[in-house]
């Protein structure tokens, strides 16, 4: 009878109930010396600096002393700017769009007017600004908003034609209105439209110029609350701009023309001139224009005024870009723009509206860039932009984040890039240069590295909450390009970006970096600091196709290791000549297509600049008409020499130092004969049908375009059709009834963009592979996250998606599995080994980790020549859920990393090489016997395990999640530990132990509503992760308690004390004869006890939670506390003391009154009345 063990109950129900851990009876005695130090109170959640372009920029405003620049989006965030590295994001709460921004010049405050008709004031004296004051209309629609420099009354104008003024102090409403009706002529029939334009003459500031869309300019004079002059124009207006004198303004307008007006003749324009229309010789009016937007005029001392406007192009430049007009005496420069600008300032010398403007630059707010001219310099040069606004300058396909890198990395990358600057830059420093930066005390490096579409890799430098460009790789270059349309190889395989990065592995410590395209090719990078020309660039081809029959089972010979190579594949550089152009343009009309790539390798030299230089490329071909299915992992180990990959057909190795391809071989074979490769029962299907990764679908409706489509082309883009796919990505996940794992990936994949598989193939038995002959290597992540979730979870972006139709039965769409993730290590590949050896373990899709044995030759000359042998050993375990990441643990809980080589420079001489080459580590101590001596860690989209090795004994289990699925996983290392980071679909962070898979942080930050999030999310070391939040801006966040309390110090400090300019000397005639600026007191004029209250059902005020109050409330933090706490002892300090001088003043005084007192009775004690 069979021992009952209560124990084991509690066990399964422990596990049953998603506990933390379940221990196993079989535990080692090495998991009980194991001492977790982390623990929860060590994880913090937390936004920290946001990089990139302002996604959908509306608004933009400058402050010219601080020097601080202010963009507002459509989205309701802020983004602030000063000198490179001081940037502050913060986001209006409602989300409306951002319409207008004044600065409060000089003051630390700024003020906002959103699109839902609310006002909000900022205080920018703190490094995280918040909000003092907010102010709602009801009543009317906020179109334009002006703020005097040195005042606290801002006007608004509304939808209405209506003009209230606030106080910016209180936030409250002035009694004082301007009306609409009262402002134009009474004999005017027709509402004159909103006010489009509010400002004070320079030289009176109880003048106020009033522009409303119909083309009516009214002077306003508001001490007699009544309209000076009036100017009548045909043409709506859009803009109005004030010569600093305050005799004239300018009006740009719908047609194209400029008016420029005297204050004192408003019965017809001074002038009237359109820049970019055609001049009649008949002296008839010119032809219309497109509206001039905006027009700004700026004098100078010492020459002629600038005007400089945007729009105003004639109607027949049809397809030409957007421009900027600089007019500057008899001279016009058209600046064309690469986007279309939606917003300019001119930079000025000067606050003071009534002084010469001195314009020195012009900053250009374009749609997908910023720009600031230099108008100091012949020909008008840009800035070099420090800020980093060029992520997007293509779509960001695939991302990767290494923090706690090697510290020659950012140097080395750096010193290549440095060379890939453009010339012809402004040699003037960047105007924008307000702030300090941050006072963080963490200093470790930390590298982003972007993968693009148009095929490019960028290496950004992440320290210290900073991100600068460091080094750009055109991976495109290795190809040939299409001269043109009838020459267009990949039009039937990618329609828009052939190149664009699908997902890539990198290692810090060699520098050998392996990257994936969406053209299912593979291409290993070396890193060298000097330039080489590649005569002939190595290219090796490998077919691989599936084979899905009722019958299949792994070969017998699993453990074997023939020295012959795959048959029917090429094995060296040498036996596979590239096909030339014409043949992948042919074939698909002569027969279908088969071992034709669907790129071309260029066939000239290639002059490789230092940096990264090609070693060798690997490119799939078609099989039989059908296209190559993409690449879902990738991995790459320097010490073995080797680069793995896979996709939905399995997983090839390729030994990248002998050019050769080592094994091919198929999903299901990867199982040993005594687990065969059984899965459900599956319908019948026709001959031909969909091999690719985890489809829904079997329509044979879709044509290969349809199948390889790249991430931003067409509808296929992730970007594109998001609607759709969330919701059946939402509804998937809150389904309950859903199968656990094996639909996981078709459920991400519904989400994400929809490529179709090629065909299914059966493989003849002659082309089956014999048995495993390769080494494979995953992407070497600092600190061992390498080769696993990312590869992954971009893969299944990219492959794990299928066809629109979803005939196909679930049954069907469980038959699928595709490799997910790879993991090399040292360790023990057999069940109680007692040595360790090289390992790869792959995971699949369906939950499955088999763990690969390694034979590597000697290091030198012989690994050169003998062949890496490799066999299969089998399924280790197997989860819930496809397989994201793994990682070897010590016996003390340790990281084991992969091994590696190194760097050293391969174009360096053979000296040089040989004192820098180390092939491999030694290896972890061996087991002694019957002990178990690491532990294997591994995490499913759905759980986690921890094995002991080399007994393969679970020890350890924890179910994530049963509504949701992880889209990421990484193990990392945080405050000298060991932990499991996971990012669930539902927006879960959630942190794990190691090796016990306690739960140690889980919240809930960012539910999945946006695919490109769940593309780019990624993990680092010490406590840091990020994800792209839009097409143009990285996140970065932090779950490091230690992190989150030093925040405020590695923030940058937007305000910095700055004396205000002198005002301009009104000179001694104008003093004399009552010229110069005339002031007016605002407070008398809009003040309470003049003007009376607003109407309260007008709008209504809300305190914000950055008034005094609030942030009382809400600074926290032991620097904070004590800096308050000076404050207060200095301010009531200072106030004693003047109290103890006040008292003294009145004892002197009461003394002096005192002793003149008794004088005074001395004086007259005797005398008579009649002598008084």
């Known amino acids: 009878m069979k021992k009952f063990n209560i124990r084991k109950v509690l066990d399964g129900l422990t596990a049953a109930s998603s506990s933390p851990a379940t221990a196993q009876s079989g535990i080692s005695k090495e998991n009980d010396a194991v001492q977790e130090t982390l623990q929860s109170e060590h994880f913090q959640l937390c936004k920290t600096v946001r990089h990139g372009f302002p996604y959908q920029p509306s608004s933009m405003a400058f402050d010219p002393v601080q020097k601080i620049l202010a963009i507002g989006t459509q989205a309701g965030a802020l983004r602030l700017f000063g000198h490179a590295g001081v940037e502050c994001y913060c986001q209006h709460e409602s989300g409306a769009a951002v319409i207008q921004l004044q600065f409060l010049i000089n003051e630390g405050a ?168 055609k001049q009649p010789k008949d002296g008839k009016k010119p032809e219309p224009c497109k509206p001039i937007l905006k027009v700004e005029y700026k004098t100078t001392r010492a020459g002629d005024p600038f005007m400089i406007l945007s729009g105003g192009l004639s109607y027949d430049t049809v397809g030409r870009r957007a421009c900027l007009t600089v007019m500057h005496g008899k001279s016009t420069a058209v600046l064309e723009m690469d986007y279309p600008i939606v917003d ?7 606050p003071y509206p009534n002084d010469f403007q001195e314009p020195y630059a012009v900053v250009v707010l374009l749609e997908k860039d910023l720009v600031v001219i230099d108008l100091g310099q012949i020909g008008y040069p840009i800035f070099e932009n420090p800020y980093p606004l060029t992520i997007h300058e293509s779509p960001v396909t695939c991302c990767e984040y290494f923090a706690d890198c090697p510290a020659e990395l950012i140097p080395a990358l750096y010193s290549v890039g440095s060379r890939q600057k453009r010339q012809g830059y402004s040699k003037k420093e960047w105007p924008i240069s307000g702030g300090n930066w941050g006072q963080g005390t963490q200093s470790y490096p930390e590298i982003i590295i972007t993968g693009h579409a148009d095929g490019s890799i960028k290496f950004w430098d992440a320290s210290a909450l900073m991100l600068q460009v460091l080094y750009k790789l055109k991976t495109a270059k290795v190809f040939e390009r299409a001269r043109g349309k009838e020459e267009k190889p990949s039009a039937d395989i990618v329609e828009e970006d052939p190149f664009a990065i699908q997902t890539l592995s990198w290692c810090p410590e060699s520098r050998m970096l392996c990257v994936a395209g969406v053209s299912a090719h593979v291409i290993v990078y070396r890193f060298s600091k000097q330039e080489i020309t590649t005569e002939d660039v190595q290219l090796l081809e490998v077919r691989m196709q599936c084979e899905f029959g009722d019958g299949d089972s792994p070969d017998t010979g699993g453990e074997q290791t023939p020295t012959l190579p795959t048959p029917g594949v090429s094995s060296s550089p040498q036996e596979s000549d590239p096909p030339t152009q014409p043949s992948t343009g042919s074939n698909s009309s002569d027969g279908p297509r088969d071992n034709i790539p669907c790129l071309q390798v260029r066939s000239s030299p290639l002059k490789q600049s230092p940096g990264y230089q090609v070693e060798l490329v690997i490119q799939l071909v078609w099989v039989s008409g059908e296209p190559p299915q993409p690449i879902t992992s990738l991995a790459i180990n320097s010490s073995y020499g080797l680069v793995v990959f896979g996709n939905s057909n399995g997983l090839a190795v390729v030994d990248y130092l002998q050019k050769t391809l080592l094994l091919n071989m198929a999903t299901s074979e990867l199982y040993s004969p005594s687990e065969p490769y059984q899965r459900q029962p599956r319908s019948p299907r026709k001959a031909r049908q969909p091999s690719g990764a985890l489809c829904d679908s079997n329509d044979g409706s879709n044509t290969s375009e349809d199948r390889c489509k790249s991430p931003t082309s067409g509808s296929t883009s992730p970007c594109n059709s998001d609607d759709e796919r969330k919701q059946k990505f939402l509804e998937k996940v809150k389904s309950k009834s859903r199968r656990f794992s094996k639909t996981v990936a078709s459920d991400f994949a519904k989400m994400s963009r929809k490529i179709s598989s090629p065909g299914e193939q059966k493989l003849d038995n002659a082309e089956k592979p014999q048995g495993w002959r390769s080494l494979t290597c995953p992407k070497r992540v600092h600190c061992g996250k390498e080769g696993k979730s990312k590869p992954s979870s971009y893969a299944k972006d990219n492959s794990f998606t299928r066809s629109r139709s979803s005939s196909v039965t679930s049954i069907d769409r469980e038959s699928r599995e595709a490799i997910s993730a790879f993991h ?7 069940k109680m080994d007692s040595l360790v050896s090289p390992c790869l373990l792959v995971g699949t899709t369906q939950g499955s980790v088999m763990m690969v044995a390694l034979s590597l030759p000697p290091s030198g000359e012989q690994r050169l020549q003998q062949t890496v042998g490799i066999s299969s050993c089998g399924t280790l375990v197997d989860l819930k859920g496809g397989i994201l990441t793994m990682a070897i643990l010590d016996a003390t809980g340790a990281l084991l990393p992969p091994s590696y080589e190194p760097w050293y420079d391969p174009n360096a001489s053979e000296e040089e090489r040989e004192k820098s080459r180390r092939r491999r580590p030694a290896s972890p101590p061996s087991s002694q016997e019957g002990q178990d001596s690491q532990f294997a860690v591994l995490c499913s989209e759905k759980q986690a395990k921890v094995l002991a090795l080399p007994s393969q004994t679970r020890i350890h289990k924890h179910n994530i999640t049963e509504t949701s699925f992880v889209l990421r996983a990484d193990v990392v290392q945080m405050a000298g530990a060991n932990c499991i980071a996971c990012f669930c679909a539902n927006g879960h962070i959630m942190t794990l132990s190691l090796p016990s898979l306690r739960p140690l942080l889980d919240m809930n930050y960012l539910p999945l509503t946006d695919m490109r999030i769940a593309r780019t999310f990624c993990f680092s070391n010490v406590g840091q992760a990020l994800y792209l939040t839009s097409a143009t801006e990285i996140q970065r966040i932090t779950y490091s308690q230690e992190t989150c309390d030093n925040l405020q110090e590695m923030l940058s400090e937007l305000f910095t004390p700055v004396e205000t300019p002198e005002a301009p000397n009104r000179g001694f005639f104008k003093g004399l004869f009552g010229g110069g600026a005339q002031s007016l007191d605002r407070e008398d004029l809009f003040g309470e006890t003049t003007a009376g209250k607003a109407s309260r059902s007008l709008a209504q005020h809300i305190p914000g939670p950055g008034s005094m109050e609030g942030m009382k409330g809400a600074a926290s933090g032991v620097v904070g506390d004590l800096a308050r706490a000076r404050v207060a002892l200095d301010e009531r300090g200072q106030k004693l003391g003047e109290l103890e001088e006040r008292t003294a003043a009145m004892m002197a005084s009461a003394e002096s009154f005192s002793k003149h007192a008794h004088d005074m009775m001395l004086k007259y004690k005797d005398k008579k009345w009649y002598q008084l």
Not at 114 to 119: C, E, P, V
Not at 344 to 349: A, H, P, Q, V
Not at 824 to 830: A, G, V
């Open 110 to 277: 700024l003020v906002s007017a959103l699109a839902d008709d609310s006002i909000h004031l900022w205080n920018l004296r703190q490094k995280i600004p918040a909000i003092l004051h907010s102010l709602k209309f009801n009543r009317e629609r906020i179109t334009y908003c002006h703020l005097p420099f040195q005042s606290k009354w801002l006007y608004i104008g509304t939808e209405r034609g209506n003009i209230h003024i606030v106080n910016v102090e209180s936030f409250t409403l002035s009694g004082y209105v301007i009306m609409w009706n009262k402002a134009i002529e009474l004999s005017t029939k027709t509402h004159p439209g909103p006010v489009v334009h509010i400002s004070d003459n320079p030289m009176d500031e109880g003048k106020l110029l009033i522009g409303f869309e119909c083309g009516v300019v009214v002077l306003w004079d508001l001490k007699c609350k009544k309209a000076d002059y009036r100017y009548n124009y045909d043409e709506a207006i859009h803009s109005v701009a004030w010569h600093h004198e305050g005799k004239q303004f300018v009006c740009s307008h719908s047609d194209g023309t400029l008016t420029t007006w005297n204050v004192r003749a408003p019965a017809k324009p001074g002038q009237i001139i359109t820049p970019h229309g």
């Open 344 to 350: 300019f300032l001119t930079l000025c010398e000067t």
């Open 824 to 830: 090399f290590c040292e360790s023990f590949p057999r």
